[in-house]
């Protein structure tokens, strides 16, 4: 895209000649493949076997006609009624002012558009190096009298794929911060309890996943995008938290029972838990296999096996690793060595004293203490309400789609061409194409009729451009039916007969050059008795943000499903707006199916229902919530933001599943003193857990939106999660069974006096 220098009209003859020049130095530009030379010509989209041509260039062979005037271009397509050839002139021309006549008169910016061949895969390769060069060239260039701008789209997916690249080695940063954090974490108030070593091995266990499930999905030949690269961040911050639930188990049980019972009891306690921790995230990355976008299907295949692996490993690999600590703290050796620690510790009543790690007790006596006061439960109530009305609210206003402004940094290059692109070549950006998918007798009346009011229904639809803009080969078939020419050309045929009709388009019309531009509308079969398919085309206009071509492509849609011809709806941005209008449809099934699987497979592995209700609401609660400050973070619903979803709807079960089946198996019959337990359990492990997401997250932050959504979600899933996990979960058991307390205490004393009333009425009668 080009722009003046000065910001004025580029109806300047210096300007076009730049222009001309520009051309010119983009079609010699040449890369070197495998010792060949390619340029524009071995790349390029053909049209009747001719490189496409910008209309532009075409035009600018009379530039001294077009600046007196005396040469008009007609926006935004100039039809010529005698020929029927035509000349797409918004693809070239932005921010044009027009006469009443539709005639240019000015022109605040340029572009030049070069289509390349996609039809054959042996020139992906090319055509990529080829376009790589170019823009790298046109960066180089210096352009005397205009300001150029890359392709803003091409220029997004680069800084992407170069972007993601370079967090690659950020990978081995987090893993060291997560082993640092896990060591410091792990360590407690004695040396032969403190577990470092597990805390690095808790996280060696999270990147033998990663490299296993690669190794087996590339195995496989799944597709590996450039966005799988996120996964190993999202594993080793979010999948270590089974392991802080182990060591937490394991810190509980008696530490003068035998290695082999501590296991035992350890994976008594955690092992439900974890188990169907880990289930629940495979299902939730199994449901989104079934996306309609191949980016989250294959998204959630690789996170799906790093789910299964971590699984594998956490009671393998780190099972074993664990009882060999626990033979080291058997033996009272010091955490780092062999050596006995019988001088340090040598007094049973000291050791029994620190048997209790300290945030294990600090998290039942402290916080259980002062959630066990009616005020706090009343205001921890209050504030889930709050949290949850503030996120329906956001939820229900969320905006559906990728939004290219807002995507880079102010001032970015990006940021500039988006701004030019947005402000000059939206007005008409695109045409949309109807596609006739069916074989058709075209010769027939009522079809053409048909077809007619297809056309007419569409056109009066906001947005779409008047009916002398439609480029339809039909109707300029019909048309040349009247021209003087086809007097003589199409003499004998009979245009309403089939086989006249197709041998008059086929032999006579489309072999007229300025027609030939029609040919790649038609397709006939194989001996061209029939046409099995064709297009139209009409021009959109004014469909200047992301909510406009929503609303207009669901609309044609509506058409396309009413009419009694089977159509297609096609135009360039068809799959960005697509995946807008379908992705809040795939959000909503994908969280309610994987809510009532979560539910099943609580009530499976622990048959209380309270506590499978109590989970399944805190799960739609974090992804309600999660959707509401999403919007008012300033994030909308699309591809990228679902990838996280999907994360969301299994990791934000882990927690809650934790701490109910805590609750649940707790020995204890008072209801705060079971919730004291809970949190004595599990804890700790959701506070390890929370705070290694948020700040091990925060490794792949970068001033760009689409990593910068990553962070923003999986800190806002980690902050509700764990606010559900430690304060709402266990609250509302507490509540829940002191009101079941109650009305069995209720009921029993009832009885009790039914009782002695009976027994008072028959000590009186046989008085």
Known sequence: MFTKTDGGSMLDKNVLLEMKVADEFIKNITVKIDGREIGYSEVCGRVNQRCFENPLIETLSEIDNILTKKKKLKYPIDIDPLTYSYKMYNLNLGGVTVDQNDFVENVKAMRLTYFTDESDEKKDKWIEKWTMEVYKNIEKYH????????????????????????????????????????????????????????????????????????????????????????????????????????????????????VSTRMAETYCEAGVSITLTSLTNLCSYCIGMMASFPLIRIFCYYSASCIFFTFLYQITFFGGCMALSGCNEEKEHHVLSVRNLDNFEDDSQQREKLRIDPMLRFFREKLG?????????????????????????????????????????????????????????????????????????????????????????????????????????????????????AKYSLRGYNMSVKKDFLEGLHDVFLRFKAAQQFSS????????????????????????????????????????????????????????????????????????????????????????????????????????????????????????????????????????????????????????????????????????????????ILFIYEDMYMLLLFVKIVCLIALETAFHALLFIPIMHSVISSIFMKINFSASVTEEVELMQKRIKTININD
Request: aromatic content about 12%.
């Open 369 to 485: 203490n002062i959630l066990s006061h009616n005020l706090v439960k009343i205001i921890v109530i209050v504030t889930y309400l709050i949290n949850l009305t503030f996120g329906i609210w956001g939820a229900l206003t969320i905006r559906h789609g990728l939004n290219f402004k807002n995507m880079f940094p102010d001032g970015s290059l990006i940021t500039e061409s988006n701004e030019i692109y947005f402000k000059y070549f939206t007005r008409y950006v695109y045409a949309y194409q109807i596609i006739i998918n069916k074989t058709l007798d075209y010769s027939d009346v009522k079809v053409q009729k048909s077809l007619e009011q297809l056309s007419e229904k569409l056109q009066i639809r906001p947005y779409m451009s008047e009916s002398k803009f439609v480029v339809s080969w039909l109707n300029y078939y019909k048309e040349f039916q009247n021209h003087p020419i």
């Open 521 to 696: 509308d038609i397709v006939f079969n194989h001996n061209g008795s029939d046409i099995i398919c064709s297009r139209f085309f009409i021009p959109v206009k004014d469909a200047v943000n992301i909510k406009t071509e929503q609303w207009l492509l669901y609309r044609l849609w509506k058409i396309a499903e009413e009419s009694e011809l089977p159509i297609l709806i096609h135009c360039p941005a068809s799959s960005a707006i697509e995946q807008a209008i379908v992705i809040g449809s795939i959000v909503n099934d994908l969280f309610w199916i994987t809510s009532l699987i979560i539910i099943v497979l609580f009530l499976l592995t622990v048959p209380n229902i309270i506590s499978a209700f109590l989970v399944a609401i805190s799960v739609v609660s974090t992804i309600v919530e999660t959707l509401g400050y999403m919007t008012m973070w300033g994030i909308n619903l699309d591809i990228i933001s679902l990838m996280s979803l999907v994360l969301c709807v299994g990791f934000c079960v882990n927690y809650p599943a934790h701490i109910s089946y805590a609750y649940v198996s707790s020995p204890h019959k008072i209801p705060n003193e079971k919730m004291k337990d809970s949190l004595y359990r599990i804890g700790y492990p959701v506070f390890q857990g929370s705070l290694s997401t948020i700040l091990g």
């Open 143 to 258: 352009f005397k009298y205009v300001k150029s701008y890359s392709n803003n789209l091409w220029m997004t997916e680069n800084h992407t794929f170069l972007l993601l690249e370079n967090i690659k080695p950020m990978i081995g940063a987090l893993f060291a911060f997560i082993s640092i954090f896990a060591v410091i974490t792990c360590m407690s108030n004695s040396w032969t309890r403190s577990k470092p070593l597990l805390g690095v091995a808790s996280v060696v266990s999270a990147g033998l996943a990663i490299v296993s499930s690669f190794g087996l999905m590339s195995a496989f030949g799944i597709q590996n995008t450039i966005w799988n690269i996120t996964i190993p961040f999202l594993v080793l911050v979010t999948e270590i938290d089974d392991a802080f639930v182990l060591i937490a188990c394991w810190r509980i049980t008696n530490p003068k029972h035998k």
